[in-house]
């Protein structure tokens, strides 16, 4: 009895450590496309919005926001896919990397084409780092912008000096 305890423990932080592993992959139909990393999947009769896994692609209304949208569009829209680590990020969003029937993972393919920023600070995946610097190196996409501003400085709100009259 106490081996079967201390086993389930075990498989417990495991599953808590490796979070991409306690959901399995799935299929699924992507029924909307937001934004470049955000999109409306449907799976078992229940719609959810997800994000895209490790990357950042710009807002709407920054420069290359709405390509994003197209090219994630183009890749997936109403398509079935594979959801692959599907888990809650520090800020509470669902996050996942989504791969084509083909196999690619489509965040990493917005990263070719110089639509997204690898979020650092989120991702351990350091082959995301060069998939951004051959991007940035060949001047595609928001790379063509000499000082692109990515979409947490862009939104982030501005700094302004509060005049008072007497």
């Not at 680590?85 to 393919?109: F, P, S, W, Y």
Request: proline share 4%; hydrophobic share 40%.
């Amino acid at each position: 009895m106490v081996k079967h305890h201390i086993m389930a423990g075990l498989v417990l932080v495991f599953v808590a450590t490796c979070p991409a592993l306690s959901w399995a992959d799935f299929g699924a139909r992507i029924v909307t496309v937001h934004e470049g990393d955000r999109l409306t999947i449907h799976h078992e009769g229940r719609s959810e919005t997800i994000y895209l896994k490790d990357i950042d692609c710009p807002e709407l209304k920054q420069p290359y926001g709405k390509q994003a949208k197209h090219a994630t569009a183009a890749y997936v829209g109403n398509r079935e896919v594979v959801v692959r680590a599907l888990k809650r990020d520090r800020q509470g969003r669902i996050t996942a990397e989504i791969l084509l029937q083909d196999g690619r993972n489509v965040g990493h393919e917005l990263l070719k084409e110089g639509l997204a920023w690898w979020q650092r600070s989120a991702s351990s995946d350091a082959s995301l780092e060069v998939l951004e610097e051959l991007a940035r190196a060949s001047r595609k996409g928001l790379w063509a912008d000499s000082n692109p501003v990515p979409p947490w400085k862009w939104k982030a709100p501005k700094k302004t000096s509060r005049k008072y009259s007497n």
